[in-house]
């Protein structure tokens, strides 16, 4: 197994998904709502100018059977050839008008989807960005990045094809409507045949929300499970996880094969329910009408013009529910993506409004700290300051809290209760560009960014030129960075240049280096290396932490022992807090680890 160490990009995700993993919330229909208006209002006229185009094209639709009723009633009368010819030349006229309208329509309606998009787009991109790093932890990458790509691109489809040809589908059905009724009360009662497949899309309507939403709950779960399992694939192969791995994939494609079934059901149901609808109005006109034209009540013309509109309803009705089941599946997409609003957000204020931190000084008072601020606390009441340039190590047993602690103190988790106060700042609530200044945290954790060598260096400063960026790959040893064939422009990653675990160590060192900050807290920065990779480490290591304060998460005593410090943590407590000589001569529980892990005790 290949350990390494990086600077922790604050979400510090590891190839599991974490204990206690929270899902992003869900908007709820009001809020949906909301979010829609307030994206219609920022294109307002657009959004207007699409809506009077397709009233003017429903209403040019209305013509042509007008027209056709027209012939039907010229020719009854005896009217000439002339007469039927100019008519029917009116025909062609007005589907032409119709034609253009709805082509006018459809443009304007998909630019403004497009618009719209590229806005969602932007503002998912923003809030992602805006989340806390523990809270993107706890949600897991699957689940954003399924709300950021399938759930976006429904969304998009949506407004691009849907919303459009609903638009005007919908306009000329209510306007065929109105012209049967305005033809004959009696023949418009004809359409109330529709209802049956109105009663049917309304039974659809009801369940398919809930059931579009559980489909993408489902697809988030078991994307976020194979992503899980393909970043972890070392851990799963090491600690023999293969079979519990395996057994929650079948969980997870069992629940999106019965989510799927649902939605399935659903459209099974609708689907022939709504054809049945579509042939009783047009038969109703025709008995109706025909009853009616024997009795003079109306002429031939208006049953022949009402039967056309009842038949030409099918078109938009069709074309309302071909889109309806991608509006009802957008629409629950559109809840998960408006859902980043309900999550918690970094705190936000104008640059240069927040207070910098006075000095480097690190008090950590009175701190309580629970995994979403529920359950048990895992931090309880603990007080530490941390002087300038000194050496501390926290040693404790296995759950006793120590990398919460170290997480605390990078600015990762704020306390419940107390403070963790860098300059007597909270540092959670520093700017990433100051944090970065002040603490960084460095797991056995890496990552390599896709993009150059240079990009994956001033992630940590972005002003840094290339004189900085090859003093620090230096001063970590990593020459060979230098020797690749496009030096500092050599693209990493897939399709690139795969650096191995060891020189991405070295990467993510570079970036402390060029992040200067003047407190790094080591969290089983090398606990796990094979020696060959160890020795590279602890070189690049010392040459990092030269200088600065250091917290060392000591897993080996050995680091206890160097330490001008030892804090020791049990259950969340801060225990005893001393020098090394110190607290071996009192006698406790360090003296006690110290024994057993060393042997005998030492002075
Ligand atoms: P180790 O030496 O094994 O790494 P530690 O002293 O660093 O242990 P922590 O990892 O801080 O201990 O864990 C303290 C407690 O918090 C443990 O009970 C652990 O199960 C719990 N815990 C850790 N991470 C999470 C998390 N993401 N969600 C919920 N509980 C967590």
């Given amino acids: 197994m290949t350990t390494t160490v990086t600077v922790s990009d604050r979400s510090g995700r590891t190839g599991d998904t974490p204990p206690g993993a929270t899902a992003l919330p869900v908007a709820g229909p009001a809020a949906v709502r909301r ?118 691109a429904s969304v998009a489809r949506t407004l691009r094809d849907a919303a459009p040809e609903v638009c005007v589908a919908a306009a000329q059905a209510l306007f065929l409507l109105g012209a049967v009724v305005v033809l004959g009360p009696l023949l418009g009662l004809c359409g109330l045949g529709l209802l049956c497949g109105l009663l049917a899309v309304r039974w659809y309507l009801r369940r398919a929300h809930r059931a579009y939403l559980a489909e993408g709950a489902a697809t988030s779960e078991l994307a976020e499970l194979l992503a899980a399992t393909a970043e972890g694939a070392r851990t799963v192969e090491a600690l023999g996880l293969q079979e519990r791995r395996w057994a929650a994939a079948e969980r997870a494609v069992r629940r999106f094969r019965e989510t799927r079934l649902r939605t399935l059901f659903l459209r099974s149901v609708l689907l022939p329910a709504v054809d049945v609808s579509y042939v009783v109005p047009v038969a109703g006109v025709l008995l109706v009408g025909g009853a009616l034209h024997r009795q003079g009540g109306i002429t031939l013309g208006a049953v022949v013009t009402a039967a056309l509109y009842l038949r030409q309803l099918a078109d938009p009705l069709e074309t309302v529910l071909l889109w309806v089941e991608q509006i009802q599946s957008s629409g629950a997409a559109f809840a998960r993506v408006e859902g980043l609003v309900g999550a918690p957000r970094l705190p936000k204020a104008a640059p240069g409004t927040r207070p910098l931190p006075a000095d480097d000084r690190i008090d950590v008072t009175g701190v309580h700290y629970a995994y979403d601020g529920a359950g048990d606390d895992v931090l309880r009441g603990v007080d530490l300051t941390i002087r300038p340039g000194e050496r501390i190590a926290l040693v404790g047993p296995s759950g006793a809290g120590k990398s919460t602690l170290g997480r605390l103190l990078a600015g990762i988790e704020a306390p419940r209760h107390g403070s963790v106060t860098v300059g007597r700042v909270p540092i959670a609530s520093l700017d990433p560009e100051v944090l970065r200044r002040q603490v960084v945290l460095v797991t056995q954790e890496h990552h390599v960014f896709l993009g150059t060598v240079r990009d994956n260096l001033r992630i940590a400063a972005p002003e840094a030129d290339d004189a900085a960026l090859t003093a620090a790959l230096a001063a970590v040893g990593a020459g060979w960075a230098e020797e690749l064939p496009a030096g500092l422009d050599t693209e990493l990653g897939p399709g690139g240049y795969r650096p191995d675990g060891s020189q991405s160590q070295q990467l993510a060192l570079a970036r402390v280096v060029l992040a200067d900050p003047h407190t790094v807290i ?38 206890a022992h160097d330490a001008d410090r030892v804090g020791v943590l049990e259950a969340g407590r801060l225990t005893e807090l001393g020098t090394h000589d110190a607290l071996v001569a009192a006698g406790g529980a360090y003296a006690a680890l110290w024994e057993s892990w060393h042997g005998r005790p030492r002075g």
């Fill in 522 to 559: 080591l969290d089983e920065a090398t606990a796990l290396l094979d020696p060959r990779t160890a020795r590279h480490t602890e070189r690049a290591l010392a040459a990092v932490l030269a200088g600065r304060t250091v917290i060392a998460i000591a897993h080996r005593l050995h680091t």
């Fill in 35 to 152: 979010a829609a208006l307030r994206l219609i209002r920022r294109d307002a006229r657009a959004f207007a100018l699409m809506l009077v185009l397709n009233a003017l094209a429903a209403g040019a639709g209305l013509v042509g059977p007008w027209l056709l009723g027209r012939i039907v009633d010229t020719v009854r009368a005896g009217g000439g050839v002339r007469a039927v010819d100019r008519l029917a030349l009116a025909v062609v006229v007005s589907a032409l008008v119709q034609l253009l309208l709805a082509r006018g329509a459809r443009y304007v309606g998909h630019r403004f989807g497009e618009r719209t998009v590229a806005r969602i787009r932007t503002q998912y991109v923003d809030r992602v960005l805006a989340l806390p790093p523990a809270v993107v932890e706890r949600a897991g990458s699957g689940d954003l990045t399924a709300r950021g790509t399938t759930d976006v």
